[in-house]
């Protein structure tokens, strides 16, 4: 079977965030602001840089504005933040970000947990921050989270992802984002999502892949024959949310990009640079990764 790829591939770094976010060793602002600098030596033009949220809940993401302050400079790179209300809206403007990642889950009980609110009140949240984000300027990415399945809930209907994307849709974002928060998804689902879901959509097209149950590259394959070719990925496979039991990392960007490399998919990325960043982020830690290649650098 012959596969029928894009020439090339758009990779979202987002280690720094969704892979340092529960880690209980705070890592210092400067070696962050290091780490970045390397990232973009590498090649990477796309870096999610922080979270907003509240730092006694998320430590790690505390020096979030003084991260921001001393951002490099650089033609072509966009650096992004995550918020999960107004007001995190608001400190990433005010942080001088030029795009803000916002989301909803598709599983009520993951809401709950995750932004403490259901769906319904989610979403009135979401246009609430969209409108915030374009009167500063912002570009907005609007995720969709627990797309695939819910450790709570199990198989997440397509009609409620659906459901979620029209509004989404409605409310006008730049970008979208799909996540397979859990792992869950395998590449039949994958393809099942996508076949439903592209005709209705009219802007970009983010694949948010976690790697729990070994399935995200195989799943990225799947994307890609689709023409899929914007993918979030954390280096060293970093990762997981807090509020889901079990949650693994991120596909690998080192992982993701040699892969690839090897179909002749180009990236603009030096893996073996990204997996020196992954080395050292380990030897800080104290602790392995689950990315693969950053062990043969």
């Not at 599983?107 to 932004?115: I, L, Q």
């Amino acid at each position: 079977m012959e596969l029928h790829l894009p020439e090339r591939a758009e990779i979202i770094e987002v280690g720094l965030r969704d892979g340092l976010q529960s880690e209980s060793v705070i890592v210092p602002t400067a070696i962050k602001l290091d780490i970045i600098h390397r990232l973009l030596e590498a090649g990477v033009r796309r870096i999610q840089v922080a979270s907003f949220v509240n730092p006694r809940l998320v430590p790690q993401m505390a020096d979030a504005e003084a991260l921001c302050a001393a951002l490099p400079t650089r033609e072509g790179v966009v650096y992004s933040g995550l918020a999960l209300n107004v007001r995190g809206v608001e400190r990433a403007g005010a942080a001088g970000l030029k795009q803000i990642d916002i989301g909803i889950s598709a599983s009520d009980t993951h809401s709950r947990k995750n932004a403490n609110a259901g769906i319904a009140e989610a979403l009135q949240q979401v246009t609430a921050m969209a409108t915030v984000a374009r009167a500063q300027g912002m570009l907005v990415r609007a995720g969709v989270q627990c797309a695939f399945g819910c450790v709570y809930e199990g198989i997440v209907p397509v009609e409620q992802v659906v459901r979620i994307v029209d509004h989404l849709l409605s409310v006008g974002v730049d970008e979208l984002a799909l996540a397979d928060s859990t792992g869950m998804a395998n590449p039949r689902q994958m393809a099942r999502m996508l076949d439903t879901l592209l005709p209705r959509i009219d802007v970009p097209l983010v694949l948010h892949l976690h790697d729990t149950r070994g399935m995200g590259l195989a799943n990225l394959l799947i994307a890609l024959q689709y023409g899929i070719h914007r993918f979030d990925t954390a280096f060293g496979g970093l990762g997981g949310c807090p509020f889901i039991v079990g949650a693994a990392g991120n596909i690998a960007t080192e992982d993701t990009v040699h892969m690839l490399d090897q179909m002749g998919v180009a990236t603009g990325i030096d893996w073996t640079k990204v997996a020196a960043c992954t080395q050292t982020i380990s030897a800080l830690l104290g602790r392995d990764f689950p990315g693969k290649l950053y062990r043969l650098v």
